[in-house]
């Protein structure tokens, strides 16, 4: 049974960074996706960033490309998202997300109905 802890968040002013980190266990060998996304009140959950393992494909949400970069550490089965230049609209809870059965590549990674594993979360609040 694969685990996923999100750890990182906190309370920053506009303009500084964040890293968020996601600790993941019981994975399988194979090609899956690890994603972030995050959710605010009255907002649907929206796809942030993602890894392809496997492949080492990224993806990313077009208001955070070139501000956020996600990344992996393979031997500690960690997923990353450092998170630069942070805005008040990136105010979000964050949660970490696996795709196990992939059916096709990463071109739907933003979508959260693929994912069978979540976190719980993690609150990132940007102050103007």
């Known amino acids: 049974q694969a685990q996923l802890v999100e750890s990182g968040g906190g309370s920053v002013q506009a303009g500084g960074s964040l890293r968020l980190s996601c600790a993941a266990s019981?994975?399988?060998?194979?090609?899956?996706?690890l994603a972030w996304f995050r959710q605010s009140p009255g907002k649907e959950r929206e796809g942030v960033a993602a890894?392809?393992?496997?492949?080492?494909?990224?993806y990313y949400a077009a208001s955070v490309k070139g501000r956020f970069t996600v990344s992996q550490d393979n031997a500690k089965n960690t997923l990353y998202l450092q998170m630069h230049s942070l805005r008040p609209e990136d105010t979000a809870r964050y949660y970490c997300?696996?795709?196990?059965?992939?059916?096709?590549?990463?071109?739907?990674?933003?979508?959260?109905?693929?994912?069978?594993?979540w976190g719980q979360g993690t609150q990132v609040t940007v102050s103007s």
């Open positions: 997300a696996a795709d196990t059965t992939p059916l096709s590549g990463g071109g739907n990674w933003d979508s959260a109905f693929e994912y069978n594993y």
């Open positions: 019981g994975l399988t060998r194979g090609r899956y996706l």
């Open positions: 890894v392809y393992v496997g492949t080492g494909a990224t």
